[in-house]
């Protein structure tokens, strides 16, 4: 039934008035109209023409009263059921277990249903109906209930809570007495009124609180562990030089009692204790010990401390990232006796033999104790060695950020316009800072390859693609010298890692044009049996026998690192070098691999013709990055090729920046290793916020396999730090044209 509206029921009635008034006025003229001058027929004929119009009047009559009536009742259905939908949409508003509040375009509360009330008991019966936002948003602030931080007052929740309620879409996080959490959310419509959800995510936050309450314990019991498995004693300190951690061995070589070693003691009360009942002998050391803690400038050289029963300790500290420090103490008392009992045998060796013959047999056994004693010694040093290895393996990210913020600042430093004496100046320090990034490089890479952290991908490769790749790469680099360089074509496949192989043998062709004055270099490969040799050739002025081992030394004199990295390689590999050479004739470096048949060749897909770079200037991008310094220099080299840059050191602050944005960016470029999470988590929650995959570059110091491979995995850009401005940019349009 159509409802009928109240102005047409009020026409029906004024309607029914009037013809009414008719028929009371046709009536009445009947009435008058008796002619007693006239004759019967007159007054008959008149009779029946006002009984016809009387009949049809009351017609009409009767038609309007129906018609009122069928309105009435309409009516009366439309507002039963404008009060039924009212009722259902109030019941289904108190069935949301979320709590909920409608307010309208003047900011005035029109409805909110039982969970919205209940959430602060104490401010309940002040939401009524025409309540304004701004005096409700006062309320909420004044609750015994709200939590507020430490620096924020009732006013400044009160003033912000109202900016955001005034935004299109807005939602924070707040927490409550009680230790409850709740999401706060906000969304206009399109007809401007307001819908305000309050979402309990306390079992949500607890949870996720008692996984990183988990993780960081088991995190605790493997350092913990580790720590326990050490031969020396470790204690490490926080900034503020308070205990966080200890094994067993620092406890037992300092003699320490239980009641001084607890969480959070502090270093001055310990290392008193220590200077007053173990090191009373040795002031001097313990007060460089202790002057050390208190400013830890640079790390602590070991330092020899004798302790009162006669042991001699060595005591070294690091400094670590954050400020706190770490100290070992090991125990070298058996290597000094060692050495001592040596230096005194060679010393008094001959009187020794002269005058006491009888105990030749009992000193070559002593000497053999000491012998073993020192091998031990070594043993342990080596072990020393590797741990220090395995540290700089994993500090590459820490090692290579100041870097890479100088070579940005040096890239914006170009474009200011020097002068060319200055230019000058500048493109000597890029080349230095580029020495310097080569020589960083190869020294990370031999601790990776040290500590055993590199992975290798064994597969079937072409070596004449590998070949003639790096023959096109240095011949440049030969042109300079006049040196001819040629490359024997081959249609050999063999079995290695394309991306370590290659490392060999450009370090090999490299070493070769280095020292190559005149002749040239040859580059080819042949079949040996089920091996193929790679074999670089130069007429250079070739190596001594008894110089070939040395020059895969680390520390060989002007050989540089190319050729210690090809041996630690070439050993991760399993692949044979060989080295020959005639003095004054030149040398040949051969790498053997396993032979194997070519793989079945996969038909390539139909090539894509090259996009043009784009137009930066109308473009925004977001940049995530926890060291300032590097993100100031990320930001102007952004701003300097017209881009938006948008700077965020966090994913929680970069959330906050997303949405106050009119528009979505149109670029991320994230550093992988933040303060909390990773470069690749952060872009992933962003995506995930604006509803779509927006294009991004994660930007590394870690440059192995397994975290390039994880950046790539979720359509993510690789970039390696030092960042290089044409590499950066030359991904940033790629990526955007994509």
């Known amino acids: 039934m159509t409802p009928v509206s109240h102005d047409a029921s009020e026409k029906m009635e004024d309607r029914l008035r009037k013809l009414e008034k008719i028929n009371r006025a046709l009536m009445g003229r009947v009435e008058r109209s008796t002619d007693f ?86 401010i309940e019966l002040k939401l009524k109906p025409g309540t304004p936002f701004s005096r409700i948003a006062e309320v909420f602030s004044q609750s015994r209930h709200l939590v507020l931080d430490q620096h924020r007052t009732p006013d400044h929740w009160r003033t912000a809570r109202i900016e955001l309620f005034r935004k299109p879409h807005a939602a924070f996080i707040q927490k409550l007495s009680g230790d409850r959490w709740i999401q706060v959310s906000n969304k ?23 996984r990183r309450e988990r993780e960081l314990d088991e995190q605790s019991k493997i350092l913990q562990a580790t720590l326990d498995h050490l031969p020396q004693g470790i204690c490490m300190f926080s900034k503020d030089l308070r205990l ?42 313990v007060s460089a010990v202790l002057g050390w803690m208190r400013n830890p400038s640079a790390d602590l050289d070991p330092v020899e401390l004798t302790k009162s029963d006669g042991s001699i300790l060595s005591v070294s500290g690091n400094v670590m990232p954050d400020g706190g420090v770490v100290v070992s103490f090991a125990d070298v008392t ?117 500590s055993g ?50 490392q060999i043998i450009q370090n090999l062709i490299s070493n070769a044009i280095r020292y190559t004055v005149k002749g040239g270099i040859l580059v080819g490969a042949r079949r040996r049996g089920r091996m193929i040799s790679v074999e670089v050739w130069d007429t250079g002025p070739g190596i001594p026998e008894d110089k070939r081992e040395f020059i895969f030394a680390d520390a060989a004199k002007g050989a540089g690192l190319g050729l210690a990295i090809v041996r630690r390689i070439a050993r991760l590999l399993d692949h044979r070098i060989e080295v020959a050479s005639i003095v004054g004739k030149g040398s040949r470096f051969s790498i053997e691999l396993p032979f194997c048949e070519p793989p079945l060749r996969r038909a390539r897909p139909p090539a894509v013709s090259e ?41 929680g602050e970069a959330i906050e920046t997303l949405q106050s944005l009119e ?76």
């Not at 009212?86 to 909920?100: D, M, P, R, Y």
């Not at 670029?667 to 991004?696: F, K, N, S, W």
């Open 37 to 122: 001058s006239g004759n019967g027929f007159s007054l008959f004929q008149t009779a029946i023409l006002l009984e016809g119009q009387v009949s049809a009047r009351t017609g009409d009559l009767k038609r309007t009263l129906e018609d009122l009536s069928d309105a009435y009742a309409r009516l009366e259905d439309a507002r039963d059921e404008a009060e039924t939908a009212k009722q259902n949409l109030t019941s289904a508003i108190e069935a949301v277990s979320e709590g909920f509040a409608l307010f309208n375009d003047a900011e005035e509360l029109v409805m909110c249903n039982t969970p919205f009330r209940a959430l602060l008991p104490d």
């Open 188 to 210: 206009k419509t399109e007809t401007g009124a307001t819908v305000v959800f309050q979402t309990d995510i306390t079992d949500i936050v607890r949870a996720e609180r008692l």
């Open 244 to 285: 966080k951690a200890w094994n067993h061995r620092f406890i037992d070589l300092l003699s320490l009692p239980l009641r001084l070693v607890a969480p959070l003691a502090g270093f001055d009360r310990i290392w008193e204790w220590v200077g007053q009942s173990v090191f009373v002998r040795d002031r001097a050391g």
């Open 334 to 450: 058996e290597e000094r006796r060692a050495s001592g009992a040596l230096r005194e045998a060679k010393e008094t060796l001959e009187q020794r033999v002269e005058e006491r013959t009888a105990a030749l047999t009992r000193e070559v056994v002593e000497r053999r104790t000491i012998e073993v004693e020192l091998i031990d010694a070594r043993d342990t040093a080596q072990e020393l060695t590797k741990s220090k290895t395995r540290f700089l393996a994993a500090a590459s990210h820490d090692v290579l950020q100041p870097l890479n913020a100088a070579r940005i600042f040096l890239s914006l430093l170009g474009g200011t316009g020097l002068d060319l004496r200055q230019q000058h100046f500048a493109d000597k320090v890029d080349k230095a800072f580029g020495s310097v990034e080569e020589v960083l490089g190869t020294l990370l890479d031999i601790s990776r390859y040290d």
């Open 453 to 502: 952290s590199v992975e290798t991908n064994i597969v079937p490769l072409s070596v004449a693609e590998i070949l003639t790749t790096l023959v096109a790469e240095f011949q440049p680099l030969a042109d300079q010298k006049q040196l001819p360089l040629r490359c024997v074509p081959c249609e050999l496949f063999g079995l290695s890692d394309a991306r370590l192989l290659r």
């Open 611 to 651: 996009r043009l770079p784009v137009d930066l200037a109308s473009f925004t991008a977001i940049v995530i990055e926890n060291d300032l310094a590097i993100l100031e220099g990320m930001l102007e080299l952004l701003q300097e090729r017209g881009m938006r840059a948008i700077p965020a050191v966090s994913l």
């Open 663 to 738: 528009k979505t960016p149109d670029l991320i470029i994230a550093d992988y290793h933040l303060d909390q999470g990773t470069g690749t988590e952060a872009i992933a929650a962003l995506r995930q916020a604006v509803g779509h995959v927006i294009p991004a570059i994660a930007v590394t110091a870690d440059h192995t396999a397994k975290v390039q491979a994880e950046i790539q995995k979720d359509q993510i850009a690789y970039l390696r730090k030092p960042i290089k401005t044409g590499d950066l940019f030359a991904l940033i349009h790629k990526v955007i044209a994509q």
